[in-house]
């Protein structure tokens, strides 16, 4: 009943429902927002698709690598502006995905910039996975 109910709801809406638990602090952990962007998905999360769809260009100019590197567990730099990034693998930089709020404004940033749309849950859940599985 639950996915149904979902499934007639608008993408905001769903995003809305399946980060509920997580609003009220604007914190959770890397795998909980991983968790709410599968269930948004409705199919599981694959880290190698993630890991493809990072390194290539979907396009336009950047790939997600562009900026923070083709295995992102050490800083990088902004493609056009040369501002450096912090790791972005949560395992290298623990205040990474920490902020349910900034994590949906960099991937709407990002995404546009890279795909020039937003992200799909699919889409975000796979990357996640996959920079969950880099490890020191």
Same mark, same amino acid.
């Given at each position: 009943?639950?996915?149904? =109910?979902?499934?007639?709801?608008?993408? #905001?809406?769903?995003?809305?429902?399946?980060?509920?638990? #997580?609003? /009220?602090?604007? =914190?959770?952990?890397?795998?909980?927002?991983?968790?709410?962007?599968?269930?948004?998905?409705?199919?599981?999360?694959?880290?190698?698709?993630?890991?493809?769809?990072?390194?290539?260009? /979907?396009?336009?100019?950047?790939?997600?690598?562009?900026? /923070?590197?083709?295995?992102?567990?050490?800083?990088?730099? /902004?493609?056009? =502006?040369?501002?450096?990034?912090?790791?972005?693998?949560?395992?290298?930089?623990?205040?990474?995905?920490?902020?349910?709020?900034?994590?949906?404004?960099?991937?709407?940033?990002?995404?546009?910039?890279?795909?020039?749309?937003?992200?799909?849950?699919?889409?975000?859940?796979?990357?996640?996975?996959?920079?969950? =599985? #880099?490890?020191?």
């Amino acid at each position: 009943m639950r996915l149904l =109910t979902f499934m007639l709801m608008g993408p #905001l809406a769903w995003w809305l429902a399946a980060m509920t638990p #997580l609003a /009220h602090s604007q =914190t959770a952990s890397a795998a909980a927002q991983l968790s709410a962007y599968t269930a948004l998905a409705g199919v599981p999360a694959q880290a190698g698709r993630g890991e493809a769809f990072f390194n290539v260009r /979907h396009g336009r100019d950047w790939a997600c690598a562009s900026c /923070h590197g083709a295995v992102p567990t050490g800083p990088g730099k /902004h493609a056009s =502006t040369g501002k450096l990034i912090g790791p972005l693998a949560p395992a290298f930089n623990p205040e990474r995905f920490s902020d349910v709020a900034k994590v949906e404004k960099w991937f709407r940033r990002n995404c546009n910039d890279v795909l020039a749309r937003e992200c799909s849950a699919a889409e975000k859940a796979d990357v996640m996975a996959w920079l969950l =599985t #880099l490890r020191r």
